[in-house]
């Protein structure tokens, strides 16, 4: 089990500040992490973040991650599907969620006019 995360009673969140490139994503995909002792390695933990994508930015591959992860579409547009040339793929306005199990193929991304999504992700194992 991972480490654990802290307990944080309503801390004020600067959404001006704090956004990441994660690895292996396009510039204009930032992250802003608000707490994580997700553990790839060790298969544990978790992470919630908040991902912004730039308007007109796309990542050109599809996403697969060995943990679930839970996404909630906050505000703006995501196309789901494009092609390498960012063309093509299916549109979803803000209020929309997905939630996706380990292994499950999904994207590559765009954003026409930007937007801003609050993930979850996680190792869950039924058997425990």
């Known amino acids: 089990m991972g480490k654990g995360k802290p307990h944080i009673e309503f801390l004020p969140l600067d959404m ?35 991902l912004r994508i730039e308007p007109g930015v796309y990542s050109t591959e599809p996403f697969v991650h060995d943990h679930w992860e839970e996404v909630y579409l906050v505000e703006g547009d995501l196309i789901v599907g494009n092609d390498v040339n960012g063309q093509g793929g299916e549109k979803f306005q803000a209020p929309t969620y997905a939630c996706r199990p380990p292994g499950a193929f999904h994207g590559p991304f765009k954003s026409d006019g930007g937007c801003t999504i609050f993930e979850l992700h996680y190792y869950y194992d039924a058997d425990e």
């Open 16 to 50: 001006a500040d704090g956004w990441e490139t994660p690895p292996g994503y396009p510039d204009g995909m930032k992250q802003k992490v608000l707490t994580s002792d997700l553990d790839e390695v060790g298969k544990s933990g978790s992470r919630t973040r908040f």
